[in-house]
Structure formats: C-alpha cells, structure tokens
C-alpha cells in the first residue's frame, strides 16, 4: 500500500503540471483574441484542445490521488484490529466512489470506462467476502 507521503508527494507533482498545462492554455487564450489566419487558428485551437484533455487527465488523477490520500490516512490511524466486515464495507466504499466517478458525466469517457469496469471486477469480491463474514 501507498504511504500518504508518496501520494503527497505524488499530489504535488500533479499540481504542478496542472498548473504547467494551465499556464500554456492563458497563453493559447491570449493567442486566439487577436485576429489569426485560418490555418493558424485551426493549429492553435488543435493544441489548446490537447491542452485542455490533459488538464482533465490530470485533474481525474488529482482525485484519485486525494481519494487514495484519504483512505491511507485512515488506514494509518486506524489499528491493527479491524474485522472482516469492516473490510467489506471499505471495499463497498470504493466501489461507490468509482461508482459515482463513472456516472460523472463531466469526466473523460476513458476514465469513466475504466472507472465502471473497476466497479463490475470489485462486486464479485465484496460478495464472496460477504459470504465468507456471514
């Protein structure tokens, strides 16, 4: 398992290409006000457009780094003496954060995809897990 200071570490760095990336599209944005040939517009929204599909990639893998964060503080505080049942409900917790992630029609259809495809492999484990705590 991670440590929160990885993924502190990790969040960092993610934040500062966000802030890279978000640099690059003022820029871009300055660009497009003044009057530009048609071929250069086209080639400057092309990059902008990339620009701004990186800043959501980053910004998904923010949140998953502060989600991650979370639940390894948690985890970290907590002591050793957890039972099965307890187990289960962290692992239905994530199911429905990846739940409600996949539903978010905000985030990348990749993401999203991933996202739902994490939920479907998950179910089948929390139910053999509830089996085996019952």
Avoid at 45 to 54: A, I, S, W, Y
Wanted: hydrophobic content about 35%; overall charge positive.
């Amino acid at each position: 398992m991670t440590t929160t200071e990885e993924l502190n570490a990790k969040r960092v760095d993610l934040i500062s290409k966000k802030s890279e990336i978000t640099k690059s599209i003022v820029s871009i944005n300055q660009q497009l006000i003044s009057t530009l040939p048609h071929r250069e517009y086209a080639r400057v929204m092309r990059t902008k457009n990339d620009l701004v599909r990186q800043l959501q990639e980053i910004e998904s893998q923010i949140a998953d780094v502060n989600s991650r964060r979370h639940m390894a503080a948690k985890s970290e505080k907590q002591e050793g003496g957890d039972n099965d049942k307890s187990h289960v409900r962290k692992l239905a917790e994530l199911r429905d954060e990846y739940q409600a992630f996949a539903a978010d029609a905000t985030r990348s259809p990749t993401m999203r995809r991933m996202a739902s495809e994490f939920v479907v492999r998950l179910n089948p484990i929390i139910r053999q897990a509830l089996s085996k705590a019952d």
